[in-house]
Nanobody, 112 residues
Framework: QLQLVESGGGLVQPGGSLRLSCAAS????????MSWYRQAPGKERERVAR????????DYADSVKGRFTISRDNAKNTVYLQMNSLKPEDTAVYYC?????WGQGTQVTVSS
């Protein structure tokens, strides 16, 4: 069955970096665009970044442009989110998304 398993979250100080990973299984990963979303307490879930199936094109929410980078390795069935210059407002649960399916999420907390 389809699975999306996120990892790499944690506690980081402002200005720090984290790299999230999402390991996919149960479908032909290279056929699908993939996205990262996040949801902060009391807020709606928002899309952070998206990457096409080949990785040739990406787009980002304005709030993370220049700080976050989405990438994928189709040989490893994995999508990544490199997060640099983290801010307290980046604190949220981060989710991996493929059309119709969500991972379980990984918590990112940015705090001193």
């Amino acid at each position: 069955q389809l699975q999306l398993v996120e990892s790499g979250g944690g506690l980081v100080q402002p200005g720090g970096s984290l790299r999230l990973s999402c390991a996919a299984s149960g479908f032909t990963f290279s056929n699908y665009p993939m996205s990262w979303y996040r949801q902060a307490p009391g807020k709606e879930r928002e899309r952070v970044a998206r990457i096409t199936s080949t990785g040739s094109s990406t787009d980002y929410a304005d709030s993370v442009k220049g700080r976050f980078t989405i990438s994928r390795d189709n040989a490893k069935n994995t999508v990544y989110l490199q997060m640099n210059s983290l801010k307290p407002e980046d604190t949220a649960v981060y989710y991996c998304f493929r059309l119709g399916s969500w991972g379980q999420g990984t918590q990112v907390t940015v705090s001193s």
